[in-house]
């Protein structure tokens, strides 16, 4: 999110009429994360986080605060929510108001500090869970199969007849690396297990290739919208983005004039769109980034969770393996707990990931890798389950949101396990903490595009159960009728704090 709001832009103070600083109300809302779960009224529950961000450092003295209105629009409540907790801080000593000079953290200004882990939203429904709310965030199986539990149960003579290794594998374990090898070869695509390494997931893959690819100014092509996890990345890379359309139209003309160090694409079931690029579509990107020498990482996370009926087109590294990277994870379509994922590169690219995850923590999970091994006989048969599910409950979605809130623009997809929908009016991050007080968590838009686009937009997953999802729309449905997208705030001030 760094790239697409900054944490203090520059406004016409309407009273003093000076040039000042304020912190952009968007940054603040994300960094205040779930601020209004709980019990009490709402400034009460605004200034409690408040609170707790500015003694913890993390609103430094001097830090100039959102103005009022601004705030409140943010964050969908009533402008007098905000003067109110404003109010309670400033009794307290913690911020200092005043005419014409905005609402600052009380304190003289420190030296500027690196910011402390992420305020994402899709990171923060994961550390800070609301008790009561349906999270429709965050998109992962919500339990393990039964092929796990038996994967785990099978790998215990394998662990009792270790000797001889210390178990500290930084490119991963062989047998697993020659079991993706060979998945790989059977779609198509050639592979050694030199050129496998096993990550503790996918995200590790790339945190560990930009760190690898990317140094600070560096410029990345990226899709807008897409993942925001790759966003956080390659932020916390000190990259600089390139975005582009889904499906990275003018990507020939991006290379050519930002000479880029890399291009993230999700090219099959993308999130959050949900759109596949063809194959042919996928030759011609594939030959410009090879006849550009710029690294492509195709994240295929998603990639066999193509819908029933429909075939998933050929991987983008088939077209030019020694420029395209790809990226796999087994949590999208097996479990989110088991933290096993895996690049696919040139030897030479994995030896440099491996000299780099030995100094981050040695290895990966060697258990989880032994169930990972046992897992890729039945694999596709996991995928295809999985899928079908997917379906049933994309379809499941659809019908309720057409049904309670038919002036949305909810395209259906192909595969995946999110939707993409479009607000008739106001915007994504105002409704978003509207909705989350009416208890269901949903990610705003604007922070999967690093084109400042995509305001107007909601991702949604269809991964929960069908009963679930019925009652998230209800939800979603008594939060929109509340709201003003006018002001950003909803009608009535006593929305419900769960």
């Known amino acids: 999110m760094g790239w697409i709001v900054g944490h203090a832009r520059r406004h016409d103070e309407s009273q003093s009429g000076k040039i000042g600083l304020h912190m952009d109300p968007i940054a603040l809302a994300e960094r205040l994360g779930r601020w209004s779960t709980g019990r009490g009224p709402l400034y009460v529950l605004l200034a409690r986080r408040l609170r707790r961000l500015v003694d913890d450092g993390d609103l430094a003295p001097g830090t100039p605060l959102p103005p009022d209105r601004a705030l409140a629009r943010a964050l969908a409540v009533g402008r007098s929510t905000v003067v109110n907790a404003y109010e309670l801080l400033r009794a307290e000593g913690r911020i200092v108001r005043r005419q014409g000079s905005g609402t600052r953290v009380a304190g003289t200004p420190a030296a500027a500090r690196a910011a402390d882990g992420t305020s994402a939203p899709i990171f923060l429904h994961l550390l800070e869970p609301g008790e009561g709310v349906i999270p429709l965030a965050c998109a992962a199986p919500t339990a393990p199969p039964a092929g796990l539990v038996a994967a785990y149960e099978a790998i215990v003579p394998a662990l009792s007849a270790i000797r001889g290794d210390i178990g500290y594998h930084p490119a991963g374990i062989p047998a697993l690396r020659r079991a993706l090898a060979d998945r790989y070869a059977a779609r198509g695509l050639p592979t050694t297990p030199e050129q496998i390494m096993i990550t503790g997931g996918g995200q590790q893959a790339l945190s560990l290739l930009a760190a690898v690819l990317l140094g600070p100014g560096g410029r990345v092509v990226v899709e807008a919208p897409t993942y925001p996890g790759a966003l956080e990345t390659f932020h916390e890379a000190g990259a600089v983005p390139v975005p582009l359309p889904v499906g990275l139209d003018g990507f020939e003309t991006a290379v050519r004039q930002h000479r880029p160090a890399l291009a993230y694409v999700i090219p099959a079931n993308h999130n959050p769109t949900g759109a596949t690029l063809p194959p042919l579509r996928r030759r011609r990107l594939a030959e410009i980034a090879a006849t550009a020498g710029v690294p492509v990482i195709e994240d295929e996370v998603l990639a066999d969770l193509t819908f029933p009926g429909r075939t998933p087109p050929p991987p983008l590294a088939g077209f030019a393996p020694a420029t395209v990277i790809s990226v796999g994870s087994l949590s999208k379509a097996v479990w989110g707990g088991l933290r096993v994922g895996w690049v696919r590169a040139p030897e030479a690219v994995v030896q440099r990931l491996a000299r780099l995850r030995a100094v981050h923590d040695l290895g990966g999970n060697v258990p989880a890798q032994l169930a990972a091994?046992?897992?890729?006989?039945?694999?596709?048969?996991?995928?295809?389950?999985?899928?079908?599910?997917?379906?049933?409950?994309?379809?499941?979605?659809?019908?309720?949101?057409?049904?309670?809130?038919?002036?949305?623009?909810?395209?259906?997809?192909?595969?995946?396990?999110?939707?993409?929908?479009?607000?008739?009016h106001g915007d994504g991050m105002?409704?978003?903490?509207?909705?989350?007080?009416?208890?269901?968590?949903?990610?705003?838009?604007?922070?999967?595009d690093a084109s400042g686009g995509s305001a107007d937009r909601l991702r949604l997953h269809h991964v929960l159960p069908q009963d679930e999802l019925t009652c998230a729309v209800e939800r979603l449905a008594e939060a929109w009728h509340a709201y003003e997208p006018s002001t950003g705030s909803a009608r009535t001030p006593t929305a419900m704090a769960v």
């Open 430 to 448: 105002s409704f978003a903490q509207l909705a989350l007080r009416h208890g269901v968590a949903v990610l705003p838009g604007a922070g999967l």
């Open 373 to 424: 091994i046992e897992l890729m006989p039945v694999l596709d048969d996991l995928c295809r389950q999985r899928a079908a599910a997917l379906r049933a409950g994309h379809d499941h979605l659809r019908r309720q949101l057409l049904g309670l809130l038919p002036d949305w623009e909810v395209p259906a997809v192909t595969g995946g396990q999110t939707l993409w929908a479009r607000l008739p």
